[in-house]
């Protein structure tokens, strides 16, 4: 409880400074208050805003749509293997880039599809033009998704199967002497039985899908430019921290923690209407 609140609930104080002229030299109890001045660049449409609310949104809706299903598909494969040893095998494989960190993920991957990559190597080699990918603003998105999925699929994976496990074998049994097709079996066992950690998870993914991945993005946004790359995250540290305009960036975190937090009571409300328990209760 006191780490908890040492270093989750203490610092929001923080937030004190999207309301005021902050300058670090004289800190939060010496900075000159502004009102609601750092917060009109939210609502006046300020244009490199507007960008990384867009690249936010649409990076969001990506990882939603494709990568959040991805792990539940893999669980299902791994869990319809006859072979326990072949299911650890590859479970261990697809969950071992959880451990590495983005830079080492980032490295990988331009190795991989870099102008000097090995893929583009092997194209020169063979007499064929090079793919430009890395440095590439179109190919962008689709790079931080398949970054995405490449690392964080197997950790996500291992909850499904978790749950998978937990489904009474009884369930098969019946549906299969009623004729239900392995897809049946799916549709009516697999599923319903998945049904609440799923809400669970999409639950939190929503509460946490104005983070798309600062790190990730930071450590290639040099490469593609700001217009391709920049979120909410990358915008408040390249405003703040680098460009010295603590109270705006500020407001933004502050803006994007209380639609986070609206997006969560929500859904959470929702799961209820669905006969689930969500995040709470109540």
Known sequence: MLVIFAFQYYPLWGNVIAFQDYQPYLGVGQSLWSGIENFKIVFNGDPEFLNAVKNTLVLTLIQTVIVFPAPIVVALVLHSLLSNKLR?????????????????????????????????????????????????????????????????????????????????????????????SRWRQTWHVTLPGLKPIIILLLILKLGDSLTVGFEQIILQQQGVGVDASEVLDT??????????????????????????LTLVLTANKLAHRLGEEGVYRG
């Open 88 to 180: 650890q095998i590859v479970q261990t494989i697809i969950y071992v880039p959880h451990f590495m960190s983005w830079v080492i993920v980032v490295a990988v991957f331009q190795q991989m599809l870099g102008g000097t990559g090995m893929i583009n190597n092997w194209l020169r080699s063979h007499g064929y033009d090079p793919i430009n990918i890395i440095g590439n603003a179109d190919a962008f998105r689709g790079l931080l998704t398949s970054q995405v999925m490449w690392k964080d699929t197997g950790w996500a994976t291992i909850l499904f199967l978790a749950v998978l496990s937990q489904i009474d074998k009884s369930l098969y049994e019946a549906s299969a002497a009623d004729g239900a």
């Open 235 to 260: 915008y408040v540290y390249n405003n703040g921290i680098l460009g010295g305009d603590w109270g705006v960036s500020a407001a933004v975190g502050l803006v994007k923690s209380v639609v986070a």
